[in-house]
């Protein structure tokens, strides 16, 4: 037992200094290689060397210069208006065209003039009308029924969605175009284009005159409304409800300086004309009627102009006092569909709506305002498009026509509500919009979506 104690610590001490000898080995080696650098180079000039504090160091793909280099974006601040869209628009924003922001915009308006400003006895060409021309329809004229089309306007490019004529005398007809463009065209001289108006960046979705036809507007999916000096072409103002889209506009009858506008937002706003540009604050509406629960669709003035209708996506119809925030009559049933156009029918007696069930609805416009059950027209189909819909002229307003979703133009006699006639007007889409000539008893004018301008006589 000791000779193997004595053995196993002699190899143990033979073990330790075998082990200190590497390790002094490896000590030397190291010493030696780092002398051997040294000799090459020390590592303060290597890839790995320390950083020099008083030394200016480039990333890779960084300019020098800082006076080249392009100056950061800086973070925006919040934006309450910007927020509250947002917030309002959380749910329709698929069906609405882009919100503004606060860079946003309106484009500069401009306006080509096509052919001569004034004619060979020194008048306007908004004024100049041929020999012999009536102003104002007799009461007990007859209308004729249209059989054919003679005359296209436009003949392809951008569909449009709305026609309206000159008031009162009908010389001059506006149209509203998917370009972003308005364009005004003689009715009785060579039918050519008079003027086009250049001020929306989208289409544009309603266009109307005011009661002397001196001044339009117009309303585009660009969330600005445009209010537009006929003649000249000069835009006079530009509006915008809450950076909110407007579908429809409408001039209050008894004074051209008042304009009303359904928008986006449920409400209707009123502007007053007069009131200063948007330095002084005049672009901000002088009052609102927000009752409505989805967007508004239209505003149609009755009873001599004391009262509007409106119409919305809620599928209710509410009567409004003139100048008052509050309805003063609600229709609203079960049954009801949306009704995106009403019509004033020429005797001031009644409105009818388009009604998107395939029907069109009539309504007392004086007194009780209520519902003639049994005054519908349908053989048409109007599901999911807003079809104008136009009464012939003269009190008795004999025939009631519309639009069609199929691009047909359909004519009903207006008492026994009998379908007269169906007409093919329009390809690849729907006829938006159909008017009646207010002097010329058989003059109809048609629009669609394939981009044509069609007369019927």
Known sequence: RAMATGAATVST??????????SSGRRRNDDEEEEDSSEVGSDDDGVWAPIDDDEEVTAPGVLESSAEQPEKKQRRGYDQNEDFDRRDERKTSHLLPPRHDRDTKPIDATTEFH???????GRTW????????????????????PKKCTFEFQKGGKGLQTVKFFPKTGHLMLSASFDGTCKMWDFYGDRSLKRTYHGHSAAVRDATFDSRGA?????GFDRFVRVWDTETGTCTRTLTPNRKMCYCVDFYPRDDKILLAGASDNRIYQWDLRAASSGGGGDAPVQEYNHHLKAVNSVTFVDDDRRFVSTADDKKIFIWEYGIPVPTKYISEPHMASVPVVELHPSTNFFCGQSLDNQIVTYQARDKMKQLRKKNFKGHVNLGYACGITFSPGRQGKFLASGDAEGRLV??????????????????????????????????????????????E
């Open 115 to 121: 052919g001569a400003s004034l004619d060979y006895q």
């Open 126 to 145: 908004t004024e100049s009308m041929p020999a012999g021309h009536k102003r104002r329809v007799d009461d007990d004229h007859e209308c004729f029924l």
């Open 411 to 456: 004519i009903w006699d207006f008492k026994s509500q009998r379908l007269l006639r169906k007409l093919k007007a329009h390809d690849n889409g729907p006829c938006a919009d159909v008017i009646w000539h207010p002097v010329d008893p058989s003059a109809l004018v048609t629009c669609g979506w394939d981009g044509h301008i069609k007369l019927w």
């Open 13 to 22: 001490t033979t073990t330790t200094k075998k082990k200190k000898a590497t």
């Open 215 to 219: 001044t339009f507007a117009s309303a």
